[in-house]
């Protein structure tokens, strides 16, 4: 396994009122030690400007999507985004892509179906190899045994999101031992167990209405009575690490020991995405880096 990355995924760097608190709150986490920062493309057809904001108004820290959708930015404008970042800021900024989902893709009202996601992806880095953007330079959000493999075949890595555990230890082996695994963990600081289920289930409850998140969690043994009602206590104990910040981390320590090189952690305290919760990556920063 590479060298352990302790990482950042919070959707307040895309929600932030403006560039400077943005870059503040990513200077901070580079001073603390954190080795990426990771946030949503959003769905528009250019690559948010935000991510370059970031690289430009700091030093060392790295910059990734979680994720560009493939159904809403082109391969060419992504292509060119990450290439003009690379020059500019070399090996801080990796492409995460990813096929979202069927209700967010053919929401959008312009006639997009959301059929064969997997073929959608294989054509989608067929553009971008043809516009000369190197495998290592991207990573996708996979879940899986096909993405796994694509990610393995013609990525960097895999990007899963809203996992236990056990999928780490699967995707590791998917993947092999050379291929960066970088899974995104949400986090609750908070020692009680209601209160700190209740916030988690505020951030579970919409991703158990996706079906590519319920049918991955079905491989593992879950079921639609782990998925109602925001997800059952064993659902979210094992989905969502919560308590203080050493049990915080010990749930993220689980990741690695399954095989992970990088832990992209979301903090769910304060439910806002203008809010940025830093004590919270204070207290973490203290216990894992």
């Known amino acids: 396994m590479a060298q352990r990355l302790v990482s950042v995924w919070q959707p307040f760097f895309l929600g932030a009122e403006d560039q400077k608190a943005a870059v503040d709150a990513a200077l901070e986490l580079e001073e603390l030690g954190y080795s990426r920062i990771w946030f949503s493309a959003g769905f528009g057809q ?10 430009d108004g700091t030093e060392r820290i790295g910059v990734a ?59 989608y880095l067929d553009a971008l190899d043809a516009a000369g953007l190197a495998p290592e330079q991207r990573i996708l959000a996979a879940l899986g045994p096909r993405m796994l493999e694509l990610s393995r075949d013609r990525a960097a890595g895999a990007h899963p999101y809203f996992i236990p555990a056990e999928h780490t230890a699967e995707a590791r082996t998917a993947l092999g031992p050379d291929r960066l695994l970088s899974p995104e ?67 993220i320590e689980a990741h690695y020991r399954a095989g992970a090189d990088e832990v992209a952690i979301q903090v769910l305290n304060g439910g806002v995405n203008t809010v940025f919760p830093a004590d919270a990556f204070r207290d973490l920063a203290a216990a894992l880096i």
């Open 46 to 55: 250019d690559v948010p400007q935000r991510f370059r904001d970031i690289l």
């Open 65 to 123: 999507p979680g994720i560009v959708s493939i159904w809403h930015s082109s391969p060419a404008e992504v292509a060119a985004f990450t290439q003009d970042a690379q020059q500019a800021h070399p090996g801080r900024f990796l492409l995460g892509l990813g096929a979202s989902h069927a209700v967010l893709v053919e929401g959008d009202g312009d006639g997009t179906r959301y059929r064969k996601p997997y073929s959608k992806m294989v054509d």
């Open 185 to 251: 963990v949400a986090v609750v600081l908070d020692a009680d167990p209601a209160t700190a289920r209740a916030t988690a289930r505020q951030y579970t409850s919409g991703y158990l209405t996706l079906p590519n998140y319920t049918n991955n969690l079905r491989r593992f043994g879950w079921t639609d009575d782990d998925f109602a009602d925001g997800g059952s206590d064993r659902l979210v104990d094992a989905v969502i690490p919560w308590g203080t910040p050493e049990q915080v981390a010990a749930g």
